[in-house]
C-alpha cells in the first residue's frame, strides 16, 4: 500500500500516515507559468495499492485536476488500484437539476474521477446519500457521527435538541440525536438567492433548552447563524452549539462567526482550517477514522463495522 498526498491537506495526509505507521510516497506536484499542473510519482507504483488524499479546499478547480492527473499518472504507471480519499467531495451540493439549463456538476465530477483512474472512493458526510449513485465505481460515504456523538457526549449537556437547520438535513440530524440521546427539531427556510437563506418556521421544543445546530457544512455560515438567531428568539438557552463536518468557511464566514457568539462551533478537519480562527472553534481530528477504513480496504476486510461502532 502506498499513501499519496495531493497539495490540498498534506496535514490530513501526514496525520493518515502517522496512524497506519508508515511513510507518505514522494511525489513531485507542481505549476507551470502557464497555469497548467504537472505531477510525477518519484517511486514505483507497479503492483501497488495507491491510496490519494485530496480534499477540495477554496481552490477546488485547482485541486481537482490535480486529482485527475494523479490518478491517471497511477493508472498509466501500472498501480493495481487507485484509491481516492476526498474527505470534502466538490460540487456536492450541485446534485441535481434545480432549476432549468443547469448541470448536475456532482454527477460530473464523479465520471471525471472515474475517467481519471479512480477505482475506489473514501468520502465523508456526503451532501445527499444519492451522489453515491453517479459511481459505477464502490463509493465508502463514511460518517462523523461517532467523532461528534463521543466529543458531545463527554459534556453532559442539559437537556439537549439537535435541531436540523432545513428539512433536507432532517434525517442526519435525527440519526445523530438518537446516538446522543437527545430530542430534535427542525427548521425550514427559503433561498431566495444563492448563500441567502431565511428561516421560516420551526417545529420541535427547543425553549429552555441546550441547542446543538447540526449540518454536513458551514460555508458563508448565513444559515447557521440565522437559524441560532431565530432558537435564541424562539426562547432557546443562549449557549447554542454548532456541529458541522466539513468548514468551508467562504468569506465572510469568519467574521459572522465571531460576531454571532456560538457556545462553541464544532468541526472536522476535512478542509484545512485555522484552529485560531475565532473563539469558540473546535476541530476533531478524522485521520483515526480514514486510516482504520483505509486498512481494512488494503487486507480486504469489511468497512461496514467501523461505520456501525
Known amino acids: 500500500m502506498h499513501l499519496f498526498a495531493g497539495s490540498s491537506h498534506r496535514e490530513l495526509a501526514q496525520a493518515i500516515s502517522k496512524e497506519l505507521g508508515t511513510k507518505i510516497g514522494e511525489v513531485t506536484l507542481k505549476t507551470f507559468s502557464c497555469g497548467e499542473r504537472y505531477v510525477k510519482y518519484e517511486e514505483t507504483v507497479r503492483g501497488k495499492d495507491v491510496f490519494i488524499v485530496q480534499t477540495a479546499t477554496q481552490n477546488v478547480n485547482e485541486d481537482l485536476v490535480e486529482l485527475f492527473l494523479m490518478c491517471q499518472a497511477a493508472k498509466l504507471s501500472f498501480a493495481k488500484s487507485v484509491h481516492v480519499i476526498a474527505p470534502f467531495f466538490p460540487y456536492a451540493r450541485q446534485d441535481r437539476v434545480a432549476e432549468y439549463r443547469e448541470p448536475i456538476s456532482a454527477k460530473l465530477i464523479a465520471h471525471l474521477l472515474e475517467e481519471s483512474g479512480a477505482d475506489h472512493v ?25 467523532i461528534f456523538a463521543k466529543y458531545i457526549e463527554k ?6 435538541v439537535v435541531v436540523s437547520p432545513d428539512a433536507g438535513g432532517a434525517k442526519r440530524a435525527k440519526k445523530f440525536a438518537d446516538r446522543i440521546g437527545a430530542d430534535l427539531a427542525i427548521m425550514h427556510k427559503s433561498r431566495p438567492e444563492h448563500q441567502k437563506a431565511e428561516i421560516l418556521e420551526l417545529v420541535g421544543e427547543i425553549e429552555g433548552r441546550t441547542c446543538i445546530i447540526f449540518d454536513d457544512m458551514i460555508d458563508t455560515a448565513g444559515s447557521l447563524v440565522s437559524a441560532k438567531d431565530a ?18 468557511f467562504s468569506y465572510p464566514a469568519i467574521e459572522r462567526l465571531k460576531d454571532a457568539g456560538f457556545k462553541e462551533v464544532i468541526v472536522t478537519d476535512s478542509i484545512p482550517t485555522d484552529p485560531k480562527a475565532f473563539d469558540g472553534l473546535t476541530i476533531l481530528p478524522i485521520a483515526p477514522l480514514l486510516a482504520q477504513v483505509i486498512e481494512h480496504v488494503e487486507k480486504g476486510q469489511s468497512v461496514t463495522e467501523i461505520y456501525e461502532k
Not at 459534556?155 to 439537549?160: A, G, M, V
Not at 432558537?231 to 468551508?248: C, K, R, S
Open 122 to 146: 473514501i468520502t465523508l458526510n456526503l451532501h445527499s446519500d444519492q451522489i453515491q449513485g453517479f459511481f459505477s465505481i464502490p463509493v465508502d460515504a463514511l460518517e462523523a457521527q461517532t
Open 155 to 160: 459534556k453532559k449537556l442539559s437537556n439537549p
Open 231 to 248: 432558537l435564541i428568539e424562539a426562547g432557546a438557552n443562549p449557549d447554542v452549539y454548532a456541529i458541522a463536518t466539513h468548514p468551508v
